[in-house]
């Protein structure tokens, strides 16, 4: 893993550089154009993937990182549940020689505001014997402090306050000279005191963030006579999450207004405490290679993982103000109600939203899948990879079976120029939290408009969901509902083919084509395409991903490399909503690209040799870049619709480029070897967006946007040990 991604303490951000993988407005990651949850995350060899929504949630040191590998196409037959691919997280193991590294010891400074801490990261990592030639262990440590300042705010209630802690333990013992075991446990804390604080969610509307994980392991593997390997595990990973209001007053969402620096007002009306657990077992037995018509490795394998979700939702109503209110020199109010919560007169809002249900439920699941595959090495220059994968668990409860065929040649002794070409059938897992919906609870809304009374006032009136005036406030709920006998697994039929060409001077070009194609996704839909809030869990979300990549690398003088890479693709889907009781969206499905679809995307990263200066002598000057396409966001109504004559992709943000610049010093002191990096992300200064109001009426005909901090000051001093 290369140390010249920025913020490369964290390995999630190093994943933004990897050509084909981008991070949404949410700042989770996507691989090969799909969504969270459809990419395998695996921790040496374990599935780690949060049961619930796939998101990334586990997280260890870079310095404790073996390797880190991306697979967005050619899966082999051992990995499946994920058709966006597979990102495989393998983390090292001491030696015979005890190691003491540091980094980040010192916090970082920024300027917003006035002097203040920016980012504090301090990481220690220790490894070494404990019974040398026997046994080993590695202990990874590191926290962070992050001061996140929002520049368009006060100074006195500007800063969200970030702080984690993460460690991973892990020891390994040769029993016998034939038997190995490896035991792991890896534990997250994460706390963010100001969720989502920017200009138009100001403090108080803020909730707490307070998010755990706790991952263990155990694997042995035991080496036959014969030359087989049989490797078994046990494994327990583990997620919460608690969101926590700063208080009880009610929640309002004013007419958003950047000029007028608001967006909501009152306290966040969401609880919400959540544990997800996936328990594991898995077997592989990797047969001794034998000859018929070449060379032949063959691996079996099985798992088998129960999983459990137990999830509490209590939400207070939302209050959606009219433009207008409230009057200058007036604090927000929320709607007047009667004693039955009903809105009444006067109307100040043109949406009010109420909940009920979410009690704490907990729901299960139990997946199997075993596997074959061989790597048939016919000829010196021609490998070919057929498996066979059968997947099955308690809620769809159908025998899946996906073939998988990937193969590659080399066409010339050199090895300069190799193809490869893959395809296969990839069913993605039953995710439970699309699962869970239907005990979250259910909202009910009441909307409001200011019909015209005469040629220049209006009143507000109750309508119905469609904006037809009604005599009384008309409720409108939205629930969900799955019907589990219904369900068909969402199957993908993926295939790419690549080129890479050794060229002069060791350049090293490839080109790579990636087709996914999705039938049956999970998505919620209202009955009859309705524009209402009663929304079925189906099988008619059907994906299209298509991307062509073309990269060169060229490293020299063994530390030193540049990077490029130019990816033109497609995301796009028949059913782009992901609905939620917490996303207040009246729509039926429609289509239009992904949220993370980015057509035209640029990457790069480097190490290179900078001019040796007076005193400083020999420093590297590290870099990386990154253009791509605007996402696409939403043009909605006040009362929550899809902006007519505006569907999804009708609007994207601004184009997104940042250059990130540091210097490098490595240097010996106290007899010891230190490395010491400043520089600047974003050194344009371009700030690029990061918020866009894409409510529209007549007062807002079109979106506008708000810019981030732009370029900031980093530095880091590492700690590498006696050399």
């Not at 997946?367 to 048939?376: A, I, L, Q, T």
């Not at 995710?431 to 507000?460: A, K, M, N």
């Not at 940042?658 to 007899?671: S, W």
Request: with cysteine.
């Amino acid at each position: 893993m290369s140390t010249s991604y920025p913020g490369s303490h964290d390995y999630r951000n190093a994943l933004t550089f990897i050509p084909g993988v981008t991070l949404d407005a949410f700042g989770q990651a996507h691989f090969a154009g799909a969504e969270v949850y459809q990419t395998l995350l695996l921790l040496d060899g374990f599935n780690v993937t949060q049961p619930t929504n796939g998101q990334l949630a586990a997280r260890t040191s870079v310095e404790s990182f073996r390797s880190i590998e991306v697979t967005p196409s050619r899966e082999p037959a051992e990995f499946g549940k994920g058709s966006g691919g597979v990102l495989a997280l393998n983390t090292r193991m001491g030696d015979d020689h005890f190691h003491l590294t540091s980094t980040d010891f010192t916090p970082g400074l920024q300027d917003i505001h006035g002097i203040s801490i920016s980012q504090w990261v301090p990481v220690v990592t220790m490894s070494g014997p404990i019974r040398k030639g026997r046994t080993w262990f590695i202990d990874a440590l590191d926290g962070e402090y992050d001061n996140n300042i929002t520049k368009q705010l006060p100074s006195s209630s500007d800063a969200d306050h970030v702080w984690r802690v993460d460690n991973l333990a892990k020891l390994q013992s040769n029993l016998t000279t034939r038997n190995i075991v490896t035991v792991s446990f890896l534990s997250n804390y994460y706390h963010d005191q100001y969720t989502g604080l920017s200009l138009l969610q100001p403090q108080p509307t803020t909730p707490i963030d307070a998010e755990t994980a706790y991952i263990g392991s155990l694997k042995d593997q035991y080496y036959f006579r014969g030359g087989a390997l049989l490797e078994t595990g046990f494994g327990v990973d583990q997620y919460s999450v608690m969101l926590t209001p700063q208080g009880d007053a009610s929640y309002i969402q004013l007419v958003p207004s950047p000029a007028l620096n608001q967006g909501s007002a009152g306290n966040y009306y969401l609880h919400q405490n959540t544990l997800a657990r996936r328990v594991q077992g898995l077997a592989n037995l990797y047969l001794p290679p034998h000859q018929w018509h070449g060379r032949h490795d063959i691996k079996f394998g099985t798992d088998l993982d129960r999983l459990n979700y137990d999830a509490q939702f209590l939400r207070q109503p939302i209050s959606y103000l009219q433009p207008g209110q409230p009057p200058v020199g007036q604090p927000p109010e929320p709607c007047l109600t009667d004693a039955n919560g009903v809105p009444t007169t006067p109307y100040t809002c043109t949406r009010y939203s109420a909940f009920s249900g979410g009690s704490s439920n907990t729901i299960f699941n139990t997946e199997f899948s075993s596997y074959v595959e061989d790597r048939w090495l016919i000829t010196n220059r021609l490998l070919i990879e057929p498996g066979l994968r059968l997947d099955w668990d308690q809620i769809i409860r159908t025998p899946l079976l996906a073939p998988r065929l990937a193969g590659t040649y080399i066409f010339d002794d050199e090895s300069n120029t190799k193809l490869s070409a893959g395809i296969g059938i990839i069913y993605d897992n039953t995710t439970l939290g699309l699962i869970h919906q239907p005990s979250e609870g259910q909202r009910v809304d009441y909307f409001f408009e200011c019909l015209p009374l005469g040629s220049t006032t209006c009143t507000v009136q109750p309508t119905d969901e469609n904006g037809n005036p009604t005599a009384l406030p008309t409720p409108v709920p939205t629930t969900f509902t799955v019907n589990r006998s219904a369900l068909a697994a969402p199957r993908y039929l993926n295939w790419s083919i690549g080129l890479e060409k050794k060229l002069p001077r060791a350049i090293f070009l490839k080109l790579e084509f990636i087709e996914k194609r999705g039938v049956h996704g999970f998505a919620y839909n209202t009955v009859n395409d309705a524009t209402d809030g009663a929304y079925l869990l189906g099988n008619g979300r059907d994906d299209r991903y298509d991307a062509f990549t073309v990269s060169l690398r060229h490293t020299f003088r063994q530390r030193y490399e540049i990077f490029g890479a130019y990816t033109r693709s497609r995301a796009h889907t028949n059913q782009v909503f992901d609905f939620s009781l917490d996303i207040p969206l009246l729509s039926p499905q429609l289509p239009g690209p992904y949220p993370w679809d980015t057509p035209n995307r640029f990457v790069g990263y480097g190490v290179l040799p900078f001019f040796k200066l007076p005193i400083l002598h020999k420093i590297d000057l590290v870099y990386s870049a990154e253009v791509r396409t605007g996402l696409p966001f939403l043009a909605t109504t006040d009362q929550g619709e899809i902006a007519q004559g505006d569907p999804p992709g009708t609007f994207r943000f601004p184009t997104y480029y940042t250059l990130n610049l540091q210097f490098e010093k490595r240097f010996h002191a106290f007899g010891r070897l230190w490395a010491l990096r400043g520089g600047f992300d974003d050194i344009t200064n371009h700030a690029n967006v990061v918020q866009a109001n894409g409510t529209l009426d007549s007062t807002h005909p079109s979106p506008t946007f708000i810019d981030g901090n732009g370029r900031g000051f980093t530095g880091r001093i590492r700690y590498l040990g006696k050399q």
